[in-house]
């Protein structure tokens, strides 16, 4: 049985304490948060203890940590619970800075603790059925992917503000996910972006709206479509086009009635936003994880994969500002 200090009580971490809670194999022990109330009240709900994360890394009956803090403090945090001998689940991204998670990644690496980063969206079950069917080579060879991921609406401003920007807080999962299907980083990011959702948000000195075009050397394309809105619900998308065919997982909708009449054909909205969408998704993250721990110690999404993902963001910061195509080789 894993025990397990969650650190961080805030929406994500009630997500990923629902999906420790629910695995046989693990047990959540203690929580934290700088919100002390809130830290009380997440571990009163599932029989842990409140605590400071600091305390929680120094505990050795504790096995690992899922990180679920604000992002400037996830490097600090990885390298802390490492060197303790802990494993570590930590959410995305690795950090803000691109040149701080490098260093975190060396440091951590030293210590061969496993890391394993919060890229949930791998576990989806209709996006896993594709990435199999692609390595399968269903669609022979991939060759063009497009990937649609619309929120409902902005966060508050005050949240875009620490954010880190689109790029590194929104689409740096869309970074994943075409490194994952496409199997590898491109070769350079091209960005185009604005503000069109929220004048505030332009204010803040972030984008809302933005495509990125990713190249690959051997001539592959990925395309990258992000917005804060979509009124009609939570639009999560991925096609991909290969020499031997077509692949596609479209959106979860709220139900499967659709209505017919001589108007029309009408269904439900997509579901409305990620809890809904992505639960199964967190469960599976974590049960990969817990199998990764207790089993060969290879996560199955690694502190690497975190640190492409960011440097993907990085390029395309500087490719939208720039308006001018970025070499990845050159931010890394």
């Avoid at 809130?38 to 050795?60: D, V």
């Amino acid at each position: 049985m894993l025990k397990i200090g969650l650190l961080g009580a805030g929406r994500i971490g009630n997500v990923h304490a629902k999906a420790i809670t629910s695995h046989a194999a693990s047990k959540l022990v203690a929580v934290s948060d700088v919100n002390q109330e809130a830290a009380g009240k997440l571990a009163t709900q599932y029989g842990a203890q409140a605590s400071t994360s600091e305390a929680i890394i120094a505990n050795s009956d504790i096995d690992a940590v899922l990180i679920a803090t604000s992002t400037d403090t996830h490097s600090d945090l990885i390298e802390a619970a490492t060197r303790a001998g802990k494993a570590v689940l930590c959410e995305k991204p690795v950090d803000l800075s691109l040149e701080r998670a490098l260093a975190c990644r060396k440091i951590a690496a030293a210590t061969g603790r496993p890391v394993m980063i919060g890229f949930n969206r791998r576990f989806d079950p209709n996006f896993a059925a594709l990435k199999a069917a692609v390595d399968r080579g269903e669609i022979g060879r991939a060759e063009l992917l497009s990937v649609t991921s619309f929120d409902p609406g902005p966060p508050p401003v005050s949240y875009i503000k620490v954010s880190g920007g689109l790029f590194r807080d929104m689409m740096i999962h869309d970074f994943d996910m075409a490194s994952w299907i496409m199997g590898g980083l491109p070769q350079t990011v091209r960005a185009v972006a604005s503000s069109i959702v929220d004048p505030e948000i332009g204010a803040a000195g972030d984008v809302d709206t933005a495509v990125v075009t990713l190249e690959y050397a051997d001539g592959r394309i990925a395309v990258i479509k992000n917005s804060r809105r979509a009124v009609y619900g939570y639009d999560q998308r991925v096609e991909l086009l290969g020499s031997e065919g077509l692949l596609s997982a479209g959106n979860m909708i709220e139900n499967t009635v659709v209505k017919s009449t001589k108007d029309g054909v009408v269904s439900a909205k997509p579901e409305f936003f990620f809890l809904e969408r992505y639960m199964r998704a967190y469960a599976a993250e974590w049960a990969a994880f817990v199998g990764a721990v207790t089993g060969s110690g290879v996560v199955p999404v690694s502190l690497d994969d975190g640190v492409n993902a960011l440097a993907l963001a990085e390029a395309a910061t500087r490719s939208a500002k720039s308006g001018m195509a970025v070499e990845v080789a050159t931010v890394m």
